[in-house]
């Protein structure tokens, strides 16, 4: 955890600590695996394949699911790993072997024939991995944003399970909510917390910012809370707030910009098809794939 913290300045002890508790209470259950298995095909029956895993290294481990997912189809992982998560991806690749040295997990090698390929990233690097990869059946993601909806009736244990979906990780994960739609007159009250160092300087610097621009805030200390008409804010540590009347039009904003968010954390239903709980959006179970596209029904199809 020490030389990850060196390696990323983003990163901290408390959010890897997090991040490992979150992959083994909800990805490494026996049980939760048995069934999560149960709806695949075993990958003997089409043999291995050659994956290309290229990660992201945004949060903590957050290649491992993908990783999981070529293992346990049987196939063969070719990693990239990020250079912001190469020191925690390359503890659990020897951790993995070290419990099954028959596991194959190899290197990426660029312009290497592969099979598949599963790659995260900005939108930029979306582009680029839709040229670079042309003809191969790949599994691609982009930018995505979170969202929560509240009703006003949550209790103070239900806003930390807020404050947790939206600080953990420093916000920068696509799980991270930075968009809260409350109801009209409602008072945003969230619990403070310390922030690493290099969030707290982006903390700065935005206020800072709207300062200049004229742009009216309350100051939670460690973040902003910004008035929105509906609008995922700039920085990372401002948060957009937009009151609402009628939950209808809220969830006709949603439907609209489905294909933008990665999750909606809410206590109230039927406003999402990835709807979650307030506070488990950091803990994604086994099912809760990346923009709602089933990794292992992607492998399950390769010929």
Not at 8 to 17: K, L
Not at 179 to 195: E, N, Q, S
Request: aromatic residues 10%; negative net charge; contains cysteine.
């Amino acid at each position: 955890m020490a030389r990850a913290v060196a390696q990323n300045e983003w990163f901290s002890v408390g959010d890897i600590r997090f991040a490992v508790e979150a992959l083994r209470s909800e990805m490494l259950d026996g049980a939760k695996v048995a069934e999560w298995l149960r709806h695949y095909p075993t990958a003997q029956q089409r043999g291995a394949k050659r994956v290309a895993l290229i990660m992201a290294g945004n949060i903590p481990l957050v290649g491992f699911f993908d990783l999981m997912c070529v293992l346990a189809s049987g196939d063969v992982p070719y990693v990239k790993p990020s250079s912001k998560d190469s020191v925690l991806e390359g503890y659990v690749e020897d951790l993995l072997r070290e419990i099954e040295p028959e596991l194959r997990i190899e290197r990426y090698v660029e312009g290497a024939d592969y099979d598949a390929v599963i790659a995260t990233g900005g939108d930029s690097a979306n582009l680029y991995f839709r040229t670079a990869f042309e003809g191969v059946p790949s599994l691609l993601r982009g930018s995505r944003h979170s969202v929560a909806v509240l009703s006003g009736k949550e209790s103070k244990e239900q806003l930390q399970g807020l404050a947790d979906d939206i600080f953990t990780y420093s916000g920068l994960g696509c799980r991270n909510v930075s968009l809260l739609f409350v109801p009209k007159g409602y008072k945003l009250a969230l619990p403070v917390r310390k922030m690493c160092r290099a969030y707290h300087n982006n903390y700065l610097q935005c206020r800072a910012l709207l300062t200049m621009q004229g742009v009216a805030f309350s100051d939670l200390g460690e973040a902003v809370v910004v008035p929105s008409t509906a609008e995922f804010p700039r920085y990372l540590s401002q948060i957009n707030v937009v009151e609402y009347d009628d939950l209808r039009a809220v969830k006709r904003w949603l439907a609209e910009r489905d294909e933008a968010l990665q999750c909606v954390v809410s206590g109230i239903e039927g406003l999402h098809s990835r709807t979650v709980p307030i506070g488990r959006a950091q803990l994604p179970t086994l099912f809760d794939y990346a923009d709602e596209r089933d990794t292992m029904q992607f492998l399950a199809k390769l010929d």
